[in-house]
């Protein structure tokens, strides 16, 4: 027992030996990181300063270097308008950047996400909504369920036995595509969000947009879940 003890201590004190061991190199590699980033924004802010103290060395005694060393001269002079050339078109492009992100931004969001959303219905999952013939109620029949106004019928479910029968109020009788009142005997679509349309309009708009047109049900996930559902 004594003997298994030991090597298990032995053992445990090998493994956080070889831990720290691990962690050391880790360590220093952070430092070594650490202090080479300052060295280089050291750098950088000596870079900086000295070349604003050589613009003002060149522009101050440019009479007298002329004179002396007119080749070393210019060739600083080159350098130096390379430099603020560089520096205007940085700053100049990161400008135009700056306001083209701002401003074509948004669109190119809401472009993106009208693409996404806009990929039309499939002609299955067109078929799978279920169609309506509408007629017209006569007088008596709008008394008989209290309603008024000249435009109110009926929507009668098609190819059922027990077809479903929904009554439109006036203002709801008509299609938000095309903007028409329903005529007697049109057909018409009701999606699963309840809004209801012509079949020509609201078939032509799935095709290519698989969203309802006034709340953006999306149609073919209703269709996924009652499929998966049937499954």
């Not at 006034?214 to 049937?230: A, D, I, P, Y």
Request: net charge negative; charged share 20%; with cysteine.
């Amino acid at each position: 027992m004594a003997a298994d003890e030991e090597t298990g201590t032995d053992g445990s004190s090998s493994s956080s030996d070889e831990d720290a061991g691990e962690r050391a190199p880790r360590g220093r590699n952070g430092d070594y990181v650490r202090i080479a980033k300052h060295l280089e924004s050291a750098n950088t802010m000596f870079s900086f300063i000295w070349w604003i103290i050589g613009f003002y060395w060149v522009s101050a005694g440019g009479q007298v270097l002329t004179h002396d060393a007119p080749q070393l001269y210019w060739l600083c002079i080159v350098f130096l308008a390379f430099d603020v050339f560089f520096v205007v078109f940085c700053v100049a492009l990161a400008c135009i950047i700056g306001i083209a992100v701002c401003c074509c931004l948004p669109c190119i969001i809401a472009i993106l996400y009208a693409v996404s959303d806009q990929e039309g219905a499939s002609e299955d999952d067109i078929r799978q909504i279920p169609r309506y013939k509408f007629r017209r109620m006569d007088e008596p029949e709008k008394q008989s369920v209290n309603m008024t106004g000249s435009s109110g019928g009926i929507m009668i479910e098609c190819g059922t036995n027990q077809p479903i029968e929904k009554v439109l109020a006036a203002e709801d009788a008509e299609c938000c595509i095309c903007l028409s009142a329903y005529d007697d005997g049109a057909e018409l679509r009701e999606l699963p969000c309840g809004h209801h349309f012509h079949c020509v309009c609201i078939d032509k708009w799935l095709h290519i947009n698989a969203t309802c047109p006034l709340c953006k049900f999306n149609v073919r996930k209703n269709s996924s879940s009652s499929g998966s559902e049937e499954v």
